[in-house]
């Protein structure tokens, strides 16, 4: 059975940070790059960021880049998201996911196969 444990989330100022971590148990990292995506109340589930198996290449929305940053820990079979400069527009469940490829190619949710139970991220004002 696998379980997608994420953890990190919370309320934090406008400004300020957050890491979020999501693991992965029960099915092998081999091969699997992984996203994040979020979504707000009344909106639709949106791709944040992507990283490849390996590490090596990463992809980011414009929303986010250059304030969150996209990391990978194979041997803790980890994914990390580190968001700073939070603003209050960044609100919203966040999850993460696996892709049975290890290459990130844009974040298309039917890309993704295995998800995480989602953290909710609130940023104030």
């Known amino acids: 059975q696998v379980q997608v444990v994420q953890s990190g989330g919370g309320l934090v100022q406008a400004g300020g940070s957050l890491r979020l971590s999501c693991t992965v148990f029960?099915?092998?990292?081999?091969?699997?790059?992984m996203g994040w995506f979020r979504q707000a109340p009344g909106k639709e589930r949106e791709g944040i960021s992507c990283i490849s198996w390996s590490g090596g290449s990463t992809y980011y929305a414009d929303s986010v880049k250059g304030r969150f940053t996209i990391s990978r820990d194979n041997a803790k079979n980890t994914l990390y998201l580190q968001m700073n400069s939070l603003k209050p527009e960044d609100t919203a469940m966040y999850y993460c996911a696996t892709r049975s490829f290890s290459e990130c190619s844009g974040l298309r949710l039917s890309y993704f196969n295995y998800w995480g139970q989602g953290t909710q991220v609130t940023v104030s004002s």
């Open positions: 029960g099915l092998t990292f081999d091969g699997d790059a």
